[in-house]
């Protein structure tokens, strides 16, 4: 008999407690589309429940000063932290169970407790940097994971790969001294929050081990696959990772009224197969999808399918390699990442 392949989703309704003004895009109703999207595919889905995240577990990524101006803020809630964020009465509590619940998703795939899967959270993380809140975050889910990977499994390399339409800043700011995170981010440029070109590359030790590429408006699908296949997949055959970790959002789809992208679902079904395939080959399939952005519903429906699909299908159908004809967004991109990277990572903007 023929074992039905599952994966593992973090959701849970508290993640709609926390809420901002009126109007905001990074809304509770947000998760309305991502969760219909996982109840259709009924018992294929194994629910893991979020747990809150310890202080300390935060504290790998931010300052102390940061955390307590989280809680205080909460403590005279409504408030505003920066133009974008925003806290409500409940908003501790639930950054701490995204990022709880984030963290247990890693680990209990990491150990092989749980098949790979979608951290279904919010507040989004990425752009939270260690001591300040940014562009709708609170605390940065994914690095806080990164770390307790590193901390409690005993991991040596993770490769952060975003593709959430907006430069990921805090987690490159995270790691980018440390050589033992490889971070790839996909992301419209220029664009909100105003960083990630060619040549932010790490500091330090890390140098190398931050890879940013910055695309212009207006890509789609091929060029979101052509720069997985292009740059990403040697990027990560180079550095060997021991898990994958995504930054998961959907705001680079063409419904999104935030960005100014054209991924479709298709696209996003195309990437997570390449990612999925990258995971089997380089570090025996451990991979963890985490909500970012995304404001369609149409958006985070598809993407949602997408990725879920792209963890449930037996037998993932790879896209074809995309060309690299002259003068295209695509040879622009490329040509713009092997100039900074190329002598360093093998292969890069091959096939």
């Known amino acids: 008999m023929t074992r039905i392949r599952a994966t593992t989703v973090v959701a849970d309704a508290r993640f709609g407690n926390h809420r901002g003004p009126a109007e905001h895009p990074e809304c509770p109703e947000r998760l309305a589309p991502v969760q219909a999207a996982i109840d259709a595919r009924g018992d294929r889905v194994d629910h893991l429940e979020p747990r809150y995240a310890e202080p300390d577990e935060i504290l790998r990524i931010h300052v102390r000063d940061h955390f307590e101006a989280v809680a205080e803020a909460v403590r005279h809630a409504p408030r505003q932290l920066d133009p974008d964020t925003y806290v409500s009465p409940q908003s501790l509590d639930v950054a701490l169970l995204a990022a709880g619940g984030t963290i247990e998703l890693v680990r209990q795939v990491a150990r092989g407790q749980r098949q790979p899967g979608l951290a279904a959270v919010r507040p989004p993380g990425h752009h939270a940097e260690a001591d300040h809140a940014m562009g709708f975050c609170l605390f940065n889910n994914i690095a806080i994971a990164a770390r307790a990977l590193q901390a409690d499994e005993g991991m040596e390399r993770i490769l952060i790969l975003d593709w959430d339409v907006h ?3 805090g987690t490159q700011h995270s790691f980018e001294e440390d050589p033992s995170v490889l971070f790839v981010s996909i992301h419209q440029f220029p664009y909100y929050p105003g960083t990630g070109d060619f040549g932010e590359a790490g500091r330090g030790k890390g140098t190398g081990a931050t890879l940013n590429i910055p695309m212009p408006a207006g890509c789609g699908d091929a060029e979101y696959v052509g720069v997985l296949q292009r740059v990403v997949m040697p990027a990560a055959a180079a550095f060997r990772p021991e898990m994958i970790l995504v930054s998961c959002g959907f705001d680079a789809h063409r419904d999104d009224p935030l960005a100014a992208m054209e991924v479709s679902g298709e696209g996003f079904r195309a990437m ?16 963890a999808f985490v909500l970012e952005g995304g404001y369609a519903d149409s958006g985070l429906r598809e993407g949602t399918e997408a990725v879920l699909d792209g963890l449930l299908d037996p037998h993932p159908r790879l896209p074809p390699l995309e060309p690299l004809a002259p003068n295209t967004p695509l040879e622009r991109v490329v040509w713009g990442v092997v100039e900074i990277h190329g002598e360093k990572i093998p292969g890069l903007g091959a096939p």
């Open 167 to 169: 430069h990921g800043n």
């Open 272 to 287: 997570t197969a390449l990612v999925r395939a990258m995971a089997e080959e380089l570090c025996q399939g451990r991979l």
